[in-house]
């Protein structure tokens, strides 16, 4: 993949570590490898970002950081793919995440999903909702990095076979 162009629209070292929440991790931000722009660090920032949008919880940013610490990842990467979950995809997405939870778990009762039987039914919702969220996270988290992977290889060589030509 084009370095160039992702530092172009990644955000930079102090952007990042001037985000509010992700003063806890200290010197960790200060980690090599999270800023790198290899391909396995990138495709691992690619896998945590999506998978951690895909989860229904508050300062997902918080938890986005910790894995790219953690794991060597991408930090940017992760980091602005979070932000696929904002006001607007968040009410399909749990949704969707809620109806396929409820698909697996198959509950007794099933609730309809409304902000009025949220209310009184939310350990209900929340195990199909998690339930859910877990699935289309590892599944869009996979697939996602695998596109990644191998377009970021295909590029590369298309780049390297054009220089030779030239």
């Not at 949008?53 to 610490?69: E, G, K, S, Y």
């Not at 932000?83 to 396929?100: A, G």
């Amino acid at each position: 993949m084009p370095r160039k162009q992702l530092k172009k629209v990644l955000p930079t070292h102090e952007n990042i570590k001037e985000q509010r929440f992700l003063k806890i991790f200290g010197s960790f931000l200060h980690k090599r490898e999270i800023w790198s722009l290899s391909r396995k660090r990138v495709v691992t920032g690619v896998l945590i970002g999506i998978f951690v949008a895909a989860l229904p919880m508050p300062l997902q940013m918080i938890l986005a950081a910790f894995l790219a610490i953690l794991f060597n990842a991408n930090l940017p990467i992760s980091f602005i793919l979070i932000f696929i979950s904002n006001p607007i995809t968040m009410p399909p997405l749990f949704y969707l995440e809620y109806q396929i939870g409820k698909l697996i778990i198959k509950p007794e009762n099933p609730i309809e999903f409304n902000f009025e039987s949220m209310y009184d039914n939310f350990g209900d919702i929340a195990l199909s909702l998690w339930t859910g969220a877990l699935v289309i996270g590892v599944f869009a988290s996979v697939t996602c990095a695998i596109i990644v992977n191998f377009l970021w290889i295909y590029i590369v060589k298309k780049n390297r076979k054009e220089s030779q030509i030239n």
